[in-house]
């Protein structure tokens, strides 16, 4: 079978294997106190360009959003999120379990548009019905699309206007930064979010993401809020050694880059054979559109997800590269279309 | 520098990193739902001789705990749990932030007494006060001491009698099951407690726990909770891996008993020289008894913790051994004493 | 100025305050353990034709419906709502506050249809996603519509489909029940629902609701979730003193009835001059669109309060009878319309 | 029978039931947006000496606890409070079910010592455990017994040491404030707490109780919290009309200074009978020591609680005064004993 399941369906980028092999026998204090998750912290700061922020290394993507979102939401407040959104769908209530409603806004290709959440916003306005302290967008998001500057620059108006701390979820932000049509760096992110994070998990780390907390009231105490929402690692250390490898050049951004090369090449290609997309994705996540018949066949050489069906009794599909996929293998599911 | 700090200082034996290595580009589905966590949990089923068990990998042990006390507490309902108990003491409140009070019975050595849990649920009996719902207890405990197979009988019986989960934390179970004077093996556990869990982050793996689920109704959904409480790793099958490992052999316990042994050569040379101890403990945590000034020269050379204050002045201080303890390291230190 | 802001404008109809003063030198248990309460109790058993249902009087709504959502729901289950529910818009996050979500399907005037509960539970199939737990309406809606006994048939029929448990807010219930049009009565409710209440703030108490719980796995220790969230009034029986007056012969079904009468003749009024309503209501809150000029000089004189705006720039409002309404206020509206 | 049982167990003092029935058929908005709260709120501010206080008007005890406790507290903070505190053994775990624990420190009589809670912040020092947040107290305590001035003036200084919010619990406030040996004023209560709340249920009213916010940061927004946690009573102006009708002159303290004048009847005859306290109360909660005998032979005419058993079998009970205990009554069971 060939994958194109997703982009954590293998383990880690070679590189990062012999970073974990290669410190494995060095003693260090737990919970990120050591000094690969300084060297790592550190790393993180030079490449964003801004050493004024804080950095966390997490487990994982839902913990570290509820973690945020938790530590930073006062109990009646909400969280705006477009329905698509990961937090909304896709993590079991976790947000709700941490006490915050998430109030959707429309979805347009998974991304957020600034007139809905300002319109939103402007209908919760007593204390009858929750208060919106929170924007959460991703970038790529659920569907692989991004944001360009000017949207996320618009984005962070209404965000003032409106008081609400912009948080975006970068599970997929080395995709979304490497993509064509991007014209958003490293160096924004500060600029624009208040906090943000930058996702291992699914570009080529074992697991892994950090958060950059850029808003100066955001920061106290974060590390009780980890502990509490057991993000707390004890070997902490595997996340700054992985971190630490992947930015001590651009490691990071060049699995991510060829991730979307291998992406273009099997988009290119379903384009040329006419194959219609569920969202114009430029990242990693191609959300191509095929009869049933169509599926059922492919899904006896390849395996890839399900993600809707069409009103015409049609599916779309979702197929994913990774840092392991291979020329060849998209080659031969092109040849096979 | 020599290293008595954690048992999770280190990163992991040799044999599982090469499990992780020679499975690395593997293609798998995410979230434990793979040929190597399917196999994992066959083979601990197999080791503790009960195949009608759910077993979950876990990616950490405080998650462990607030994802099992969520699940099966009722929102009125409280653990019970030693004062010295990790869930009381060391976890930023996580029980509570799921809702749920900690109700404290006495610690004696860091073990629960039947007598004081009947006490507590006694008088625990109406509507304006919680409910004891959950007895909690660690083997071996946080002052390294292990529960007899009478002395686990003997809560079991308490809790039937007030309809107590019996919930084991088995950070250290290794050390536990195999410490001098230690009667219990791990085909007992299934049959005195409701669930428990098997530790591998401190018991030479990188990270990962192994929850049982013993009784029935404890068993439904259960992977809602782990993915609403984080739990749920995209690369599941790096905790299947490691389990796999550890588990298709002895390893798992062989690794534990030379922790102990190592342990034990630095407790008996310790008493040999008169030193005393805060507890006694049997397994690889160790809590001798210095003056302020000993500790202060020891710490020239070896990486511990301190512990308690005694009334006399003098201080508790923690060592701990592990895989990676080398004897010459022991001797080093005794000789230095 | 007269007022149709809302039916809780006032106080309490003069019997109801009647039985407060003349019990008020009375002692008794408090927390609802008292004569009064266990009368007010059967009272309410005998009226719904069903004495094998638990009965808690309750000190609020929202109250009422966080204590039963807490309760009944385990953790990584949401409870399905128009999204006009009251608990989706109305009450702050208290639902998601107590860790659910609030999962929304569309509203239909106010209500709520079988077949988009019957879509979103299932599109919530997996373990990822939230499972739905609960279906939550209301009667009368909070547009002031009601549920036909079909209606409310078709919902229990999709319940059962997806084991959700059937809980209808009833704040206005005695307004529903009394409508024209309506034919549910009070004995078909337990037959019908897992759970209802039956509200007293709305329909001439002071204060007080009656929750209803028909199915048997739901009763278990209700008590212990009321004391917890707040609800575990003190003076208790200042509810059962006031439900017992009501329900002793048939004031409560009296005082919606009157209401009833009080809005049609608003209703029909209106309608004989050419108003436009956003809904169709029957009971006791009318929702009729002015112009922006007309609404202006409305409130110089009458009490009333902002429902929507249309998309033609006209404005609904909410005009809302009560027990105090007297029809020559009822007319001079009429006559100054 | 006659009635000792409690302070709540009768309806509200005449005067307070005159005020409601005389405001019964006036409209008002909901929400305690009304003319009589706002006087009753202006009031309170008058009596306390200070205008730039926050009042809010609550339900009862245990919702105002746990909305102060959970609008103040960050998910990580816990409250310190006795052993005995009403918040750790008499509300189900309703503060934990709002996320936080309750850290308990050792009780004297009720009443918490300043060295206990330095010591329990001092050692709760780092992220792997709870951060203590706010100081719980109440007065008169849960064993009747008073702070003096000079015990709330150390009090304070331990908060300020470790930025501790004050907050005093006063259900029993009135029987404080005017009991023998007290020397603290409603006008000190805002210069040394950070918060309070003045309790009517308890001392007169049919229910409801005034929470005073002094710090300026803890009174943003402070409604939602009411709203959210179930206290927006509809009808807020029944509270409103209770807490100006006491507040308008001192009939609060009044009925405060009788009831503790009805325990001083008590407590003086069975002082000269020789019986002995479980605490030295000199406000309206009596907890005298009798044989099992006598208080079975009291039981057949008195109505009265259990409290503790002592070491040699005895039994502590706990009598209660209130606005409607008659000298004569008292006189009785003195006779009797």
Known sequence: ?????????????????????????????????????????????????????????????????????????????????????????????????????????????????????????????NEHMVKPGMLYISDSTELGTIYTKKELEELRKVCDEFGLILFLDGARLGSALTAEGNDLTFEDLPKLCDAFYIGGTKNGFLFGEAIVIVREDLKKNFRYMIKQ???????????????????????????????????????????????????????????PIFTVEKVAELQKKYVFQHQAWMDDGREAVRFVTSWLTKPEEVEELLADL
Chains 1, 2, 3, 4 share one sequence.
């Open 1 to 125: 079978m060939i994958y194109f399941t997703t982009d954590y369906s293998a383990g880690a980028h070679p590189r990062v294997m012999e970073a974990l092999l290669r410190t494995n026998e060095e003693h260090h204090n737990g919970y990120f106190e050591d000094a690969h998750c300084e060297n790592a912290i550190n790393l993180i700061k030079k490449r964003i360009g801004d050493d004024t922020v804080d950095v966390h290394l997490m487990v994982g993507g839902t913990i570290t959003n509820t973690t945020a979102i938790a530590a930073w939401l006062k109990p009646y407040e909400c969280v705006v999120s477009a329905t698509t959104g990961h937090i909304n769908v896709h993590e079991t209530g976790a947000i709700e379990a941490s006490g915050h409603k998430v109030l959707t806004v429309p979805e347009h290709e998974g991304k957020v548009l600034p007139e809905d959440v300002r319109k939103v916003c402007s209908e919760h306005d």
């Open 229 to 287: 929402r057991g993000g707390m690692f004890a070997k902490g250390r595997l996340i700054g050694v992985q971190f630490e490898e992947v930015f001590k050049d651009d490691l990071y951004l060049e699995m991510a880059a060829y991730t979307n090369e291998m992406a273009k090449l099997m988009r290119d290609g379903m384009k040329a054979k006419g194959i219609e997309f569920l969202a114009e994705s430029p990242t990693n996540q191609l959300f």
